[in-house]
């Protein structure tokens, strides 16, 4: 074996050995040094997220289990963004509270170990190597949504979430093993050439993608999102928004676009189905929440609903719509509960009509939440309006006009609740507001970085056309 | 930086230098340099239009084309015809206008101004756009700052008129997307790549069956915000819980985007679709008409007349559009123009008078003329020209609208253009009944015996408004012939 090629894996060597650095500081560092941790984790991932940027060549391992190419490099990318972000985020919350518990070091551990699986699970050529990242991405996730363990809300949200993905894990091997019973292999490969429509397949297909809505928290497979959220530390319920939907969806949309292409006429229907009852129950639920955490849940519910009208065309442009909208929705929804995080952090406060005249006290930090709401309500000139824009121009150049209507008519309704946090923020006057504070740096710049993302990536046609020119790259 | 970019780029400017002022001063002084700017060039954007049309005979002159999203094939494309530069010096003279109304604004004046301005910036840009992907973008721009600016800075029951309009305009805007995809996926249909822009897809025969099914979408999109019956809820209760300067921007400007963008897009680059749909929307606008003409008479708060007033007005702008001839098109834009200036020119009385006495209830007002000579004397003048007195304004367009209808020689045209007709009467009554009961008569209520006179930025406002009233209504002429030159093409594709 050539050792030029374990190149191809230079993402997770990378963060593996960043996790063994942080692994080896734990060990050796004195009790007074465990503060430490946090800036030199921090540092550590900015270089790997930097180097994330250099150019690298396509190519597999291992016989065609572990894939590489140019698509996979640039949501890998996204994802490390993300998780910066993220880290930046908790920063001053895992500072304050988790570093007296002597707990920060598993924190960003468990994190990173999740991240490492999503990495694996996206970057899979065969089914096995598949189910290994999913579950390595999920089961550090347990762990930090019973982070908290003073609060009996988080261990309840971290049971919730281990047996409920456990058994969806488990459905999507059962479907797996369905798929190789037909075919007699695993490899992506393989299976997308001998791949024929018949009962066995079909319901093995549904099986797994039983399985994967379940991380995407598409409906009827949506039940533990918003309990699950609202226990979970807040940082843990953006990863889970963002990077972990994020990466299940990438992984979907290339399995539905290669593998399981020749099962099309039925998964289209499915599909279709699930996209209008996913937007319009994760929209009829988030009008009526009250805790910031499970608005942002539910919320997130309908936007997953939104992100299947682009697989709908099974093309170029529906690959490239998916991606560009998921990379758009990770700065959106980390400037949301970014915001969320630091007046939680600073007062406590989680619900809606704590936030009234929030305006009037701290205006940066309303003026981002704006942003970002407005970008999930897909308002322009914001990031969010590109993304479903295309999303539904993707629909549309297959003839969904239904769909595209019932989505359209489902933002409107999504418009309805954001406009409530808003109404909260700016229109309303309360003199018992949350008082003015100052966020700390790694916040401010976990802040303004989500911030930049939001006002920057759609109005930036070229980020759309490298992702457009990746994806057709990708799919011929 | 070409001409029609700095109507765009002005406003946004204006709007950054706006977030580090300071204090009161500043924001007023540099608001209204930013506006004042944005009014001078839109005036030498009529003479370079005038200028340039001499020797260019496209259907868009001044045009640019940027290539933005090169896989959808989305420009920024932007040009104007007589139509365009009308209106880009009617939201000129409104918003500029709406500065000089809106100086005493005392709640966060910083954020008002700067929500007025991205507001403007947004309608400017929608009039100069020739892409269809840009001008939904401006338009969604121009209509999301409603929501902060009246519910914010509102009276009444401001969050639920805020919220109801919105919602409205953003359902309207959402069917007016769907239109938009089926208008670009069958921009092909002639064997060329899919496109967005206009005058590109007018070059198209889109199979007649998608112009049927989409027409409607992209109609009623964009005659929603123009007041279009039984769409037209969210105007009475928006414009009267909205602040001053919004109800005049908002009435004056914003609903005129309406009846351009179904001139401009729904009917141009959908023929057949138009001419399969007219009888339907005609029945819709007639009913419009009467019914808006009908509900100012009802009314008792002078905001609610003014908003039923322009829902009457502005379906006669639709009314006349379906007529599909050119004498009633260049009565509906003369119209548009004339409305978007009168109806202004309204609601910054109605604030005016309503500044000082603190109630817009019609009974509780009454003999304001020999208190508030200056507002009287403007109030009266506005009454007559709103409905239709030779001289000003509205009589130019109404004669045109009517004209043009009466050219149909059918019996189903005929009888709406009659029952259409007969709501000048009733425009009559509700602004003679109005102007007469608070101006004239007694005074009712004593307090009102002494108010503080109209202010020298009150008087800048008005007399600004004004002025263009009086010129379209003595000199008619020049600005007909320069909108009838340019509907030529675009009734071209209809017949």
Redesign the interface.
């Known amino acids: 074996m050539n050792w030029n090629e374990l190149l191809l894996m230079r993402f997770e060597l990378g963060l593996l050995a960043i996790i063994l650095a942080i692994l080896v500081f734990e060990i050796f560092a004195s009790k007074k040094q465990k503060g430490s941790i946090i800036p030199f984790a921090l540092i550590l991932f900015t270089i790997h997220t930097l180097i994330g940027f250099l150019p690298l060549e396509d190519g597999s391992l291992f016989g065609g289990m572990f894939k590489s190419n140019t698509l996979l490099y640039y949501f890998k990318n996204v994802l490390n963004v993300g998780v910066l972000i993220i880290l930046l985020q908790s920063a001053d919350w895992l500072k304050e509270k988790i570093v007296q518990q002597n707990k920060a070091t598993e924190f960003i551990l468990l994190l990173l170990s999740s991240l490492l699986g999503m990495y694996y699970m996206i970057s899979s050529g065969h089914f096995l190597m598949f189910y290994l990242g999913l579950e390595l991405a999920t089961l550090p996730v347990a762990a930090l949504v019973a982070y908290e363990t003073s609060k009996r809300e988080s261990a309840e949200a971290g049971v919730k979430y281990i047996l409920s993905s456990a058994l969806a894990s488990g459905t999507a091997l059962f479907g797996i093993s369905f798929l190789y019973a037909t075919t007699g292999n695993l490899y992506f490969d393989v299976i997308a050439t001998t791949l024929t429509a018949s009962n066995l397949s079909v319901l093995g297909f549904i099986l797994f993608f039983s399985g994967l809505a379940f991380k995407i928290s598409l409906a009827p497979f949506h039940f533990w999102t918003a309990d699950v959220y609202e226990g979970a530390p807040i940082n843990v319920a953006s990863y889970l928004s963002v990077i972990s939907k994020g990466a299940a969806v990438i992984i979907l949309v290339i399995l539905l676009f290669t593998v399981l292409k020749p099962l099309l006429p039925f998964w289209s229907k499915i599909i279709y189905i699930v996209a209008i009852a996913t937007m319009t129950i994760g929209n009829l639920f988030a009008l009526r929440q009250q805790n910031m955490k499970r608005f942002l849940a539910f919320s997130s519910v309908a936007q997953a609903g939104f992100i299947l009208l682009g697989m709908l065309s099974v093309d170029e ?1 529906g690959l ?1 719509t998916v991606l560009f909208f998921v990379t758009v929705y990770i700065f959106s929804n980390l400037g949301a509960f970014g915001v969320v995080q630091a007046i939680s952090a600073k007062s406590g406060k989680e619900n809606i009509n704590d936030y009234e005249g929030l305006y009037r006290t701290n205006p940066k930090l309303s003026l981002l939440l704006m942003l970002a709401l ?1 970008s999930l309500a897909g ?3 914001l990031a969010g ?1 590109f993304g479903k ?2 999303l ?2 993707a629909a ?2 297959k003839g969904y ?1 239904v769909l ?2 019932i989505a ?2 489902n ?2 309704i999504s ?2 609740y954001y ?1 409530l946090v ?2 909260a923020m ?2 309303r006057k309360n003199p018992d507001a949350i008082p003015h504070f100052n966020s700390k740096f790694y916040m401010k710049l976990g802040l303004v970085l989500s911030a930049i993302g939001i006002l920057v990536a759609g109005l930036y ?1 070229p980020l ?2 490298y992702i ?1 020119a990746i994806s057709t790259n990708f799919l011929n | 930086m070409d001409i029609l970019t700095l109507f765009v780029i002005v406003p946004m400017v204006t709007v950054l230098i706006l977030v580090f002022a300071k204090n009161l001063k500043q924001v007023r002084l540099i608001s209204l340099v930013g506006m004042a700017i944005q009014f001078a060039m839109s005036i030498n954007l009529i003479f370079a239009y005038l200028k340039e049309r001499a020797v260019n005979k496209d259907i868009m002159v001044f045009t640019q084309d940027y290539t933005w999203f090169e896989s959808f094939n989305i420009h920024y494309a932007i040009g104007v015809d007589a139509i365009s530069v009308v209106m880009i010096a009617l939201t000129a003279i409104v918003v500029l206008a709406g500065v000089f109304i809106s100086w005493k604004v005392d709640d966060l004046p910083k954020e008002f101004f700067i929500t007025l301005i991205i507001l403007s910036a947004g309608v400017f840009g929608f009039f100069i756009s020739l892409d269809l992907f840009t001008l939904f973008v401006f338009y969604e721009i121009a209509v999301i700052p409603m929501y902060l600016l009246i519910g914010i800075w509102g009276s009444g029951p401001k969050e639920f008129s805020a919220m109801k309009l919105t919602l409205m305009l953003m359902a309207a805007s959402a069917l007016l997307s769907v239109g938009i995809f089926g208008i670009y996926f069958n921009s092909n249909a002639d064997g060329g790549a899919l496109t967005f822009n206009i005058l590109e897809i007018a070059q198209v025969n889109i199979p007649v069956a998608a112009q049927n099914l989409f027409f409607p979408f992209v109609f009623i999109g964009f005659a929603v915000i123009g007041a279009l019956f039984p769409f037209h809820t969210w105007s009475p209760s928006g414009h009267a819980s909205a602040p001053t300067a919004v109800s005049m921007l908002h009435a004056g400007v914003l609903m005129k985007l309406g009846g351009y963008g179904v001139f401009r897009i729904a009917m141009y680059l959908l023929p057949q679709g138009a001419l399969n749909w007219t009888d339907f929307f005609l029945v819709l606008a007639t009913i419009g008409v009467i019914y808006g003409a009908f509900g100012a008479i009802m009314q008792k708060d002078l905001k609610y007349i003014n908003a039923y007033a322009s829902v009457s007005h502005l379906s006669l702008v639709l009314f006349a559009l379906l007529m599909l001839n050119k004498t009633a098109w260049s009565g509906a834009i003369i119209q548009s123009l004339s409305h978007g200036l009168l109806t202004a020119l309204f609601f910054a009385l109605i604030g005016m008078v309503y500044g000082r006495t603190h109630t817009r209830d019609i009974a509780k007002l009454g003999g304001i003329m020999k208190t508030l000579p200056f507002i009287g004397a403007v109030y009266v003048i506005t009454g007559l020209a709103y409905l239709g007195l030779p001289g000003f304004s509205g009589f130019v367009a109404e004669m045109n609208v009517f004209v043009g209808a009466f050219e149909h020689a059918d019996i189903f045209r005929r009888i709406l253009t009659i029952i259409v007709v007969s709501s000048i009467v009733v425009t009559a009554v509700y602004i003679l009944r109005m102007v007469g009961k608070i101006m004239m008569g007694p005074l009712v209520n004593e307090e009102h015996a002494a108010l503080l006179k109209a202010t020298w930025y009150e008087k800048v406002g008005l007399v600004l408004l004004l002025i263009p009233v009086v010129i379209i209504g003595t000199m008619p002429y020049g600005l007909s012939e320069m909108i009838k030159e340019s509907i030529a093409p675009f009734l071209e594709r209809l017949l």
């Open positions: 442009l490239a407005f308002i322009p000139p309006f824009f295309f539904y121009a549309a150049s006009y595209v209507f359209v008519v933002a409107t418009l309805y406009l808003i109404r700016f229109l046609s759309y056309e457009f």
